[in-house]
């Protein structure tokens, strides 16, 4: 690992602590957390604009996947 420095808001610092004390895990495991959630979080979204920017560019042709609904259907429960 490597030990960075940042600067950060005070009220935001005290939310983390406070965020911290609750969950019992240090501050620096914390922000690792929340850097990889983040990250996760971004990577989704890229995924999902490329997604969009696919269908708009390809769209779905009418009847296209009619074949697919009656796999669909889960009947009565």
Do not use: C, H
């Amino acid at each position: 690992m490597k030990t960075i420095q940042m600067t950060i808001d005070e009220e935001l610092l005290t939310r983390v602590d406070q965020a911290t004390q609750f969950l019992g895990m240090a501050r620096s495991a914390f922000i690792r957390q929340s850097l990889e959630l983040a990250l996760r979080n971004q990577a989704i979204a890229e995924m999902e604009r490329k997604q969009i920017s696919g269908y708009q560019q390809q769209p779905v042709n009418a009847g296209e996947f009619d074949v697919w609904e009656n796999e669909q259907s889960w009947g009565t429960i």
